[in-house]
């Protein structure tokens, strides 16, 4: 009989024991359901949605939700790269060009980002093709071509507005590439090269004309001075005379003015 009651007490034991587990499992369970248990990086922003309806932002950090119907959306705020590659624009003097930019950027405002478009990255790359067609239309090829540093701060004005309204902020962009067809890209190197030239030819006349004015100077203050050139003359002599081997024959430089004039 002793042994029976002992049997009894460990199958009660048991029982309990078996119990308390299900009861565990069951208490786990029903907190799960009714708790959302979420941790944001601060590299992340999060959206806080229950039963489809937008609640409120949420900052980076752990957080309990109590209650059933709740989502969290998450989104990535570092800055990160769009490249717009290879487009084919149109100058403003009809040439074609094929222009690359690269535009840096985030996302600032998680919940127009998320609600405003369906893909407003999408929306920022159109965005960025429309600006770049207008800027190469607005431009002939030399002007465009020598502007290109200046064109990525244009590029980033005129794009504020889209940018805003899907929530994204632009830190920077730049032209990264300008390529100019085969025969085009000869006959400008040639419009090129033909201005040089002429550059070259304007300063080299410009230097001739100077030197002339300069001669010219010289002759009338001798003509009007003649002790000037006897003085030029002493000068040009001591400064010959201080290299060897130098012969100089010596007369007057007013007697040769008289014999040539």
Known sequence: HSKSSTDMNEITTTLCIAAGVVLAVAAIAAIGRYMLVVTLWEREAGLL??????VRELAAGHHRLWGVGYQVLTFETRW?????????????????????AVVIYRIGNAHRFHSIAEDATRVLYTGVQLVLRDLAAGRDLEALVEGRDDLGKELVARLAATAGEVGVEIREAAIRDLTIGGD?????????????ESQAAVEKARGESAAIRTLANAARSFENNPHLLQLRYLQMLEEKGASCGSTFVLGDPQDWLRKNT
């Open 49 to 54: 949605f229950k039963h489809g309806k937008f």
């Open 80 to 100: 990160r790269e769009l490249q717009v590659v290879g487009q084919e624009m149109l100058t403003g003097d009809r040439a074609t060009v094929r222009l690359t």
């Open 184 to 196: 085009l890209k000869r006959a400008y190197a040639g419009v090129i090269q033909a201005r040089a």
